[in-house]
């Protein structure tokens, strides 16, 4: 028989806020997190915008002499680990760490410290390439770092599915939890590219918005004029824990997982699959996985891009999978506030979507000004609002054709 799985803690570290609280709040006023690239000097950068954290100190969350040993995707997701870890009460000492583990996604990994270190290599030889290069670039360090300061000494892995990393991770697990492997798993995703190389790649391929003049009106989701995404980067977390694990210690408990779905298109290495069908697949089998009808979802976290084919697709696929409810049925794109966190935007997002049912609230999608006529369902435009949510949907849809989706539902 499965077993229950529920969320009893979260942590968020975004472009709009540290801290759950933070971050919810600036989701529910429509506060956009996007600005100037700050990072590094962005000189003839055809896009110089991004979603920048502000004011994250890592030497909060770890240890000074541990953190300068971490790329800064890992310093996020032990931080946003331990805003999670904390906020669902859990004692080591009372949990069984053999059966306590970590699942994280992230789509690139340690970029900053590759290009950093390749730098060293370019100007001063081979001698001087830092000796924690590899053990801080590799993309699975995240989940390792998490389970070392933490003490989770069950199953651990990382999911690379580029923008669909965190969400498949939540997705497994929940799995993990619902067969009886474990009974407390941390998971989500961090991600941490806002790069020299890495923007001056995705300009490359023409996929990030120029709309440089503006920044807080560059990510516009499911809108007519949309150029393209905007970076961003932070980490978000969950703790997924069995239901009779977390009543017997007595946790808080957020929400429920109800279904975890995924496809791949087997179509083109960026481009969606036409009319998004790839994507209404892993709705599908979230739905079936979840045991309800498309008719019980209340609120989809539109993957939501920003970008002309993905809106486009994917308000296809989610006409596909609900047929007539679409005239019930919210859908807002929190990236349009955030920017998008490849790898991590799932992890944020899934923390979005609880919130929304905890607090029977839907945050919008700003920057929502022109109507387009491919993309005509109700997107909340720019104004969240008040509704109860029962059931919850987030899509993440990343490079590869990889696909994935979670439904969460309300505690009874």
Known sequence: MKKRVVITGMGA???????K???????????????????FEIGEFPTQIAGEIKGFDPNDYIDKKESKRMDRFTQLAVAATKQAFDDSGIKLEKIDQNRFGVILGSG???IETLEKEYEKLATKG?????????????????????SMTFGAKGP???VVTACASSTNAIGEA???????????????????SITPLAIAGFCSMKALSTRNDEPEKASRPFDKDRDGFVMGEGSGILILEEYEHAVNRGAKIYAEMAGYGMSADAYHITTPAPEGEGAARAMRNAISDANISPDAIDYINAHGTSTPYNDKFETMAIKTVFGNHINKL??????????????AAGGVEAIACILSIKEHYVPPTINYETPDPECDLDYVPNVGREKTVKFALSN?????????????????
Do not use: C
């Open 330 to 343: 919210l859908v807002s794109s929190t990236k349009s506030m955030t920017g998008h966190l490849l790898g």
């Open 156 to 158: 651990n892995t990382t």
């Open 21 to 39: 609280e933070n971050y919810w709040n600036s989701l529910k006023t429509g506060k956009s997190g996007i600005g100037r690239i700050t990072k």
């Open 126 to 146: 081979p001698g001087r390439v830092s000796p924690f290069f590899i053990p801080m670039m590799i993309s699975n360090i995240g989940a390792g770092q998490i």
């Open 13 to 19: 570290i975004t472009p709009v806020g540290i801290g």
């Open 108 to 110: 690139i990994g340690g």
């Open 396 to 412: 993440s849809l990343g490079f590869g054709g990889h696909n994935a989706t979670i439904i969460i539902k309300k505690f009874e």
């Open 174 to 192: 929940f799995r993990i939890i619902e067969r009886g492997d474990a009974d407390v798993m941390i998971t989500g995703g961090a991600e941490a």
